[in-house]
């Protein structure tokens, strides 16, 4: 079974935190008062009745009738407090009423071996500790919303941080080299936050050197090999003709197509790149370069537009997406021109899923067997030449890979170029999407 987890805000776990602990420490402090107080009006009360009863137990043996509402061997007298009262001694007795008004008694032994008694409602008690209790509801409650008022304003300043710590982390990883998380989260308060930002940029800064010295060590690796490839294709051709002869002049040409590739993913990498823009009629220049590329592919010009491009990189685009099509997919292949948007479909067995969930990468085609497939740098290089035009590149499958449509074809993969409506102002102006369907 799949756990359910709940997912709540920084800002609500801390002021539900606080809260808590104010609901806590008021409603014990709220104990403590309310009980402190209760015993100190009944002691008071005891005192009090047990001194109008020794009052009226002087006048009582002085011949005089009790007052007050005394009596004498009062039958409702608690049993505990009779007891007493015989054996000699003077006491006081609480008993609850049904209202919920404690009643007061006090006795006294008179000289003939009676006892007088006298009880009385607390009710003056009873209502101030009713208001009392009231007082402390009120205070209870305040506190903790004023606890809350402040969980509340420290969460929300943790949690934009945080938030502005997220944003400024997903620029990096979307490749901008510029944006440091810990001025991002820069303020007058310093937490743990600036140190988490102080981390996060020491590790971006670790992985931009790192990259950049793998880039710089596989550019000059490839700027090294062009010069013995090009002599090796030279001395291929001075072979005399042959079946062995067209092998190595066929090796020899896909290593000098790597070199060159390696060479131009290196200056991709590198954001070096500049688009040279020209004003051209998309659909015509998609048909002609399709039909030139792609003899058999069928090509649908659903609405034309003038788009401000890179005509040599839209080509290289172009020419990538339907090398791929052609390699690892089936016929037919369909390519459309609606507006700004390219699609070239073709009917195989779909991308790889690790390429839908992570995008293209170098030197991995998705086939079991390597050898005669390709190097896997064709979507890559299409994926950089798009950055440069400030294009979306996006990747999905007409269905699950495998899958089959109504004709009864293989569903096949989708690449959609989606071309900016402005001219690009920068390398990478738009981030590469990968979507999967």
Same mark, same amino acid.
């Given at each position: 079974?799949?756990r359910?987890?709940?997912?709540?805000?920084?800002?609500?776990?801390?002021?539900?935190?606080?809260?808590?602990v104010?609901?806590?420490?008021a409603?014990?402090?709220?104990?403590v008062?309310?009980s402190a107080a209760?015993?100190?009006m009944l002691e008071?009360a005891?005192?009090?009745? /047990?001194?109008?009863?020794?009052?009226?137990?002087?006048?009582?043996?002085?011949?005089?009738?009790?007052?007050?509402?005394?009596?004498v061997?009062?039958?409702?007298?608690?049993?505990?407090?009779?007891?007493k009262?015989?054996s000699?001694?003077?006491?006081?007795?609480?008993?609850? @009423?049904?209202?919920?008004?404690? %009643?007061v008694?006090?006795?006294v032994p008179?000289?003939?071996g009676?006892?007088l008694?006298?009880?009385s409602?607390?009710?003056? @008690?009873?209502n101030?500790v009713r208001d009392?209790?009231?007082?402390?509801?009120v205070?209870?409650?305040?506190?903790?919303?004023?606890g809350?008022?402040?969980?509340?304003?420290i969460?929300?300043?943790?949690?934009?941080?945080?938030?502005?710590?997220?944003a400024a982390?997903?620029?990096?990883?979307h490749?901008?080299?510029?944006v440091?998380?810990?001025d991002?989260?820069g303020? #007058?308060?310093?937490?743990?936050?600036?140190d988490?930002?102080?981390?996060?940029?020491?590790?971006?800064?670790?992985?931009?050197?790192?990259?950049?010295?793998?880039?710089r060590?596989?550019?000059?690796?490839?700027?090294e090999?062009?010069?013995?490839?090009?002599?090796?294709?030279?001395a291929?051709?001075?072979?005399?003709?042959?079946?062995? !002869?067209?092998?190595?002049?066929d090796?020899?040409?896909?290593m000098?197509?790597? %070199?060159?590739?390696?060479?131009?993913?290196?200056?991709?990498?590198?954001?070096s790149?500049r688009?040279?823009?020209?004003?051209?009629?998309?659909?015509?220049?998609?048909s002609?370069?399709?039909?030139?590329?792609?003899p058999?592919? @069928?090509?649908?010009?659903?609405?034309?537009?003038?788009?401000?491009?890179?005509?040599r990189?839209?080509?290289?685009?172009l020419?990538n *997406?339907?090398?791929?099509?052609a390699r690892y997919?089936?016929a037919?292949?369909?390519?459309?021109?609606?507006?700004?948007v390219?699609?070239v479909?073709d009917?195989?067995?779909?991308?790889?899923?690790?390429?839908?969930r992570?995008?293209p990468?170098r030197?991995?085609?998705?086939s079991?067997?390597?050898?005669g497939?390709?190097?896997?740098?064709?979507l890559?290089?299409a994926?950089?030449q798009?950055?440069v /035009?400030?294009?979306? *590149?996006?990747?999905?499958?007409?269905?699950?890979?495998?899958g089959?449509?109504?004709?009864?074809?293989?569903a096949?993969?989708?690449? #959609? /170029?989606?071309?900016p409506?402005?001219?690009? !102002?920068a390398?990478?102006s738009f981030?590469?999407?990968?979507v999967?369907?």
């Open positions: 079974m799949r359910f987890t709940l997912r709540t805000g920084i800002r609500w776990k801390i002021t539900l935190a606080i809260a808590a104010g609901a806590l420490v409603v014990a402090l709220s104990l008062v309310h209760r015993v100190s008071s005891r005192e009090a009745q /047990l001194a109008n009863v020794n009052v009226i137990a002087r006048f009582v043996e002085a011949g005089r009738k009790p007052a007050l509402g005394a009596k061997n009062d039958p409702e007298l608690p049993a505990a407090l009779r007891e009262a015989k000699g001694r003077r006491g006081t007795y609480i008993q609850e @009423s049904r209202k919920g008004v404690p %009643v008694w006090a006795a008179l000289g003939n009676q006892v008694s006298l009880h409602e607390f009710k003056e @008690s009873a101030m009392l209790d009231r007082a402390l509801v205070g209870s409650i305040s506190v903790v919303v004023a809350a008022a402040l969980g509340v304003l969460g929300g300043q943790i949690s934009r941080r945080l938030r502005k710590a997220a982390a997903q620029r990096v990883a490749g901008d080299p510029d440091r998380v810990r991002a989260v303020g #007058v308060v310093r937490d743990e936050t600036d988490l930002a102080r981390a996060v940029d020491a590790m971006a800064d670790a992985l931009q050197q790192r990259l950049e010295a793998e880039r060590v596989t550019a000059d690796i490839a700027h090999l062009r010069t013995p490839v090009t002599g090796l294709l030279t291929a051709e001075l072979l005399p003709p042959g079946r062995p !002869t067209e092998l190595v002049r090796r020899a040409q896909a000098r197509v790597l %070199v060159e590739d390696v060479l131009e993913v290196a200056r991709l990498d590198s954001a790149e688009a040279e823009l020209q004003d051209v009629a998309l659909g015509e220049f998609v002609r370069r399709v039909t030139a590329l792609m058999e592919a @069928s090509v649908r010009v659903v609405a034309d537009e003038i788009v401000s491009t890179d005509p990189r839209l080509e290289r685009i020419g *997406l339907l090398a791929n099509a997919g089936q037919p292949v369909q390519v459309d021109i609606e507006g700004r390219v699609r479909r009917h195989g067995p779909g991308f790889p899923e690790a390429l839908l992570e995008g990468s030197f991995r085609t998705g079991t067997d390597r050898a497939v390709g190097h896997g740098l064709g890559t290089i994926e950089g798009a950055r /035009l400030g294009a979306r *590149l996006t990747f999905r499958n007409v269905a699950a890979p495998g089959v449509d109504r004709e009864g074809a293989a096949g993969a989708v690449a #959609v /170029l989606w071309l409506e402005h001219a690009p !102002t390398t990478g981030p590469i999407i990968k999967q369907s």
